[in-house]
């Protein structure tokens, strides 16, 4: 009687929709890879859906230093330092 009810769930199990990439790790591949463009949008999608999440804003820094703007990195370097701080008060 449970060899059925095995069957069934392992093609449930089979047939369920993967789960997609975490965000971070899909945006951090794309910068690795090149498309930085492309990886800016993601992590300022994520920062704007997360304002607490400073590995995002960080990394928007780096990529705007990668794609040679050293202005717009320095500002989002600041809203990352001003946001930890802000988050590590007790």
Do not use: K, Y
């Amino acid at each position: 009687m449970t060899l059925p009810w095995a069957a069934v769930l392992a093609c449930a199990i089979a047939a369920a929709p993967q789960q997609a990439p975490d965000a971070h790790v899909d945006a951090e591949r794309l910068a690795r890879n090149g498309a930085r463009a492309e990886a800016l949008q993601r992590f300022q999608t994520i920062a704007a859906e997360n304002p607490n999440d400073v590995d995002a804003r960080l990394w928007i820094a780096r990529l705007h230093m990668w794609m040679g703007h050293p202005a717009l990195a320095s500002t989002s370097s600041n809203r990352s330092s001003r946001r930890t701080r802000q988050t590590s008060r007790p």
